[in-house]
């Protein structure tokens, strides 16, 4: 089992920055993937950005340019970074874990409880 907890969600006022954080614990092997989704009212959950073991990234169209998805390997925490928020970024945001392969990445059914961000106008 692989077990996620979110950190670092909250208010802020677009253009404003808030840094997410995502502890995994747990039977994380060295081929683990951490993702980030986010899921506003109404809308089906979507991967935001994601990063390898090796450190490559995916991110999702909208985000390229002010989100930036980090690791910290000794701390076993993923980070991302959020730029230049606007209200349509408002959701709760997840962390998953999975696999990455071929410039994909693959979430797997491991999810933490989720972080708010909410993004005013």
């Known amino acids: 089992q692989v077990q996620l907890v979110e950190s670092g969600g909250g208010l802020v006022q677009a253009g404003g920055s808030l840094r997410l954080s995502c502890v995994a614990s747990?039977?994380?092997?060295?081929?683990?993937?951490i993702g980030w989704y986010r899921q506003a009212p109404e809308k089906q959950r979507e991967l935001v950005a994601a990063i390898s073991p090796g450190g490559s990234t995916v991110y999702e169209d909208s985000v390229k340019g002010r989100f930036t998805i980090s690791k910290d390997n000794a701390k076993n925490t993923v980070y991302l970074q959020m730029n230049s928020l606007k209200p349509e970024d408002t959701a709760v945001y997840y962390c998953n874990a999975g696999f990455y392969s071929h410039k994909n990445y693959y979430g797997l059914d491991y999810w933490g409880k989720g972080t708010l961000v909410t993004v005013s106008s």
């Open positions: 747990g039977s994380t092997r060295s081929n683990t993937a």
